[in-house]
Structure formats: structure tokens, C-alpha cells
């Protein structure tokens, strides 16, 4: 058996990525869970910001961001950039999270981040009180130590990494569990008839 809620906004798990709008002097951290890669080739991801929030206008006005994957290691400090804004204070200093240079962008990285997405902003709409923005990665960067591989990206240890699990809705922080196959490959034992 099965209940009906009606249209609920609720979809889960979700990385916690701290997005990042500014530059090296003066820069905003924001908590967003709603982020999905959109395309390949270019590559770009979207994300969900609110219209009353202080970073919607900043990234209009910046027209780039970084998205910084958050890690257990720095929960409380994600959250908080999640329930304050940055017209209020400056989030950097408060947290203590450290900014980096960028590549290609003038939105600064998130060194305790392991994984960071340069993007630039190529396009935005308004759906509702939400600002919908694509941004078109231009630059990735990953902490060596935690590749298996130096050359390649697909060899992230994601014990090691630990990326902060945001389960919408159940309103919890959670962390990956084990392995439990191949994508792209488990698919091959099914077997019919
Ligand atoms: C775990 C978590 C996930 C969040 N995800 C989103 C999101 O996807 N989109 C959004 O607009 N706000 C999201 N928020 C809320 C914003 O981070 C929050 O409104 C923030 O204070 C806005 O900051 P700003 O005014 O500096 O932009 C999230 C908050 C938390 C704690």
C-alpha cells in the first residue's frame, strides 16, 4: 500500500555544496543542496538560490561562482552558511573556512573543500521564488591525496573524501555508506526468463 502527500518538494540524497559568489577580497558562502549536473559537453550544472537570499543578486552581479563540495569534517560550519546571509556578515570570517584563488573565475575556491567547480554563469531563469542558474564549469579542482590515481578524477577515495549527505525532507546530515556494485555493469546479470 501506498499514501499521497500531493506536490511535495522532496528528493533525496543531496550533496551539501557550499556555493561561492565574489572575489578574493569580498566573497559570500551559501548552503545548496539543490544542484544537479546538467549537460556534458560543455559541461554545466544548475542550482536552485532563492530569490530573498543576499547570493541570488550577487551571482547575477558577478556572473560566475564556485560550487565547493562540503565534507562531514566541516558540518556545522556548512550549515551555518545556511541559515544566515551574508547581508549580514561575512561568512568567511565567522566560519573560518579559507578562500583560494580560482583558475579561470574570479569567485574564489573553498580550500577545505576537497572537490571545487569553477563555473561560469551562461544562463538564469525565475521559476516561482527561485532563481534557477546555469553555470558552465570551467575548471576543477581535487585534493591530490585523495586520488588513487593522480591522473585520473574517476579515482577519488570517497571514504576518505566523506562528502556531508543532505536528506531533504527528513531534514537530516548523513554520511556515504559502503560500496555495493558497479554502475553500468550490475545491470549485465540480470538475466530474463
Ligand atoms: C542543508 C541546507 C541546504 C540548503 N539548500 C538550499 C538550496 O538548495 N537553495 C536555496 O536557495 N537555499 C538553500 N538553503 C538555504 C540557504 O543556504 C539560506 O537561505 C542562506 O542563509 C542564504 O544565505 P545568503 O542570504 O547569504 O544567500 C539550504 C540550507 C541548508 C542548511
Redesign the pocket.
Known sequence: MKTTFGPQKIMFPCP?TLVVTGSMEKA?I??????SLLTSKPPTLGI???TR???GEEIKANKDFTVNIATVSIMTEA?F???????DLDKFAETGLTKMPSKVVRSPIIKECPLNLECKLVDWRIIGR?NHFVGEIVETHVDTNLLEDADNIGSIDIRAFDPLI?IGGVREYRRVGEKVGDPYKIGNELKKG
Do not use: E, H, L, P
Open positions: 551539501t559570500n551559501v548552503t545548496i543542496a539543490w544542484v536552485s538560490v532563492g537570499g543576499f547570493s550549515d552558511c545556511g541559515i544566515r546571509s551574508g547581508r527561485t543532505y
